[in-house]
């Protein structure tokens, strides 16, 4: 059911961009002609959807899906229709007489279909509860539990699972709305999932094929509205942090340009921490190791962080004051947040389920944004160098978290550089210096050829130039391509899913096949 609510102000969860909305919309599961069970709930979701769309297009309205805000860039934003998700969440094991033969039997308990809206909180919950007889887990996950699985999987959340890789890998199947009169399920060709007697109770239309599913599988929410994902667990298993260790920038680099995946046996977490203005260059390296589930065992605290209706949480808004004081240095400031990060650090000397260790809900307490650019780890020593160059010239106050990633099969995944993409992070002031270090960064790369990527989700903008840089023309018309293909080459409708974000990297349905 859609209930309007009218117009709205706005604004994303870390406060870096609102909007005055034309429309709030939410959706849940309600329905005038009664309870609904089973696959009605996907069917009726997409039913009300997909009329709204229409509704959108007739009037010249843009829609964009809102999952839990967590988005730091415009990605997400519209001052049109927002569609609110969160009451599209539930969860549903797939029988077996779903499957197409060629999936393996010994992988269907692993499988769950999961509506736009739930949250990676309570897909935990359901994964490791033992309502089925089985306790499972994701793959892989980043450190928030507070995003919608559709809006963590389209941002391309990344994680450190230096052996699996990020959110987009366990999708197996996408329920898309689009306005086309039928929901669409999108599934690898080289990968089925589902037999036909899925797709005709589903009510949809199928496709099959590896580039349009790795393409909408970070779409950002330019293909449509993505109603509901499969997903692919596996068993329960715990991740054991020993105490992070303190490791010299000389030892960090030599490690990164050897790496050993398989050193140890069962390595699963690599990030690292460093301080660019740290004189001694020591940096902390956290490593997590994939293990035996133990029933009972008590992890850690939850890292909940409440705000009030204001935006504020008790001292979240400390380090960001101290970050803008004029009379301390930048210097300072990062020695400030990195001595912060070490005893704050919930990942050391620790044991748990990702759905006990990963429980961080919505705001940053070093600052009030992030950027992220990712490199392949044959030239993440040198980004080392380069990002001590750029914060010491820029004057930044900024620490940098880093994390090493399986690559992307996703077209538009941005960890897909290298056998593993490291992701550097930095957290800055939401200023101006936000974009000219990113720019100079950017530069400095260029300079020496080394390919580098941005999240979609943490940056100060990507244009057609930068894009292409990221991606190639292969990738961009590659994506450009499977749009235009599940929109049946309908300009009005994709428009109504184009945005800023889209039309500044040119991606908008107005710019052309490259």
Known sequence: MIVR??????????????????????LDNSSPSGRLSGMEFFKQAAKDI?????????????????????????????DKWMLNTKLLNQIFDLSDRNFHDSYPVEKRPYILLAQCGVSVAELNKRLETNEQGIKRALRTAGIGAGQTIVGAVS???????????????????IQLVNGTGQSIWIERESEPIVNDRFITNLD?????????????????????????????????????????????????????????????????HFEFIFNPYDEEEQAVLVIGTKEDYIPGHV???PLWIITDEQGYAPGDKTPPFLLRLPFLSAAWKSKFQYKEYKKNSILSDVRGSSGQLYTATITYLEGYSESAIAVGIEDAARMIEIIVEVVKEQKLPSICQARVVKASRATFGFTYLGSRSVVFEFALVNDGKFA????????????ESIKYTFHWSKNSGISKERLFDMYGVERVQKWKAARRSLFNNDKELMAVFDNDHIKRAELDVDSGVA
């Open 299 to 301: 992890g850690p605290d």
């Open 5 to 26: 609510k009218g117009p709205r102000k706005w604004r994303n969860i870390h406060t870096t961009f609102e909007a005055n909305l034309e429309e709030m919309m939410d």
């Open 436 to 447: 000219q270090f990113e720019n100079k960064l950017v530069s400095k790369l260029k300079q």
């Open 50 to 78: 997909d009329a709204l769309i229409q509704e959108a297009k007739a009037k010249g309205k843009k829609i964009r899906a809102l999952g839990s805000a967590w988005a730091l860039t415009d990605i997400h934003l519209t």
């Open 155 to 173: 941002g391309n959340t990344h994680g450190a699972a230096v052996n699996f890789g990020a959110m987009p890998e366990f999708v197996r199947g």
């Open 204 to 268: 949809a239309k199928l496709i099959r094929n590896d580039d349009i599913f790795n393409s909408a599988l970070v779409s950002f929410g330019a293909y449509g509205v993505i109603t509901a994902l499969a997903i692919e667990t596996e068993p329960i298993y715990h991740i054991k942090f020993p105490p992070m260790q303190d490791i010299s920038f000389t030892n960090l680099k030599q490690k990164l340009n050897n790496m050993d995946y398989n050193d140890p046996s069962n390595l699963h």
